[in-house]
């Protein structure tokens, strides 16, 4: 069973750091656009940033010079480190990947999320 799986999330105060972690496991063969997403509540999901498998970033303008988001294609890994945070940065972090599976070729997943709380 192919599954995202989320570490990183937690409390800190504004202007502080924290480092997201994502892991893909299953029968994987490759993993193509990996990327964070967050929600906020009452808000709808929205981009942060991605980062194809040639190292292309993207990031929302909110987050530039911010956030750095990474890959590890040997680990099936993306990361991304949040500094200088904001509240504003409060929402649930979703890793996504699209990976190529043995069995059923490329297909988008969702990680379960990850809580992050930036207080003032």
């Known amino acids: 069973q192919v599954q995202l799986v989320e570490s990183g999330g937690g409390l800190v105060q504004a202007g502080g750091s924290l480092r997201l972690s994502c892991v893909a496991s299953g029968r994987i063969f490759s993993v193509g656009l990996m990327g964070w997403y967050r929600q906020a509540p009452g808000n709808q999901r929205e981009l942060v940033a991605t980062i194809t498998n040639a190292d292309t970033t993207n990031y929302a303008d909110s987050v530039k010079g911010r956030f750095t988001i990474s890959r590890d294609d040997a680990k099936k890994s993306v990361y991304l480190q949040m500094n200088s945070l904001e509240p504003e940065d409060t929402a649930v972090y979703y890793c996504?990947?699209?990976?190529?599976?043995?069995?059923?070729?490329?297909?988008?997943?969702w990680g379960q999320g990850t809580q992050v709380t930036v207080s003032s």
């Open positions: 996504y990947a699209r990976l190529f599976e043995i069995a059923g070729g490329w297909r988008n997943y």
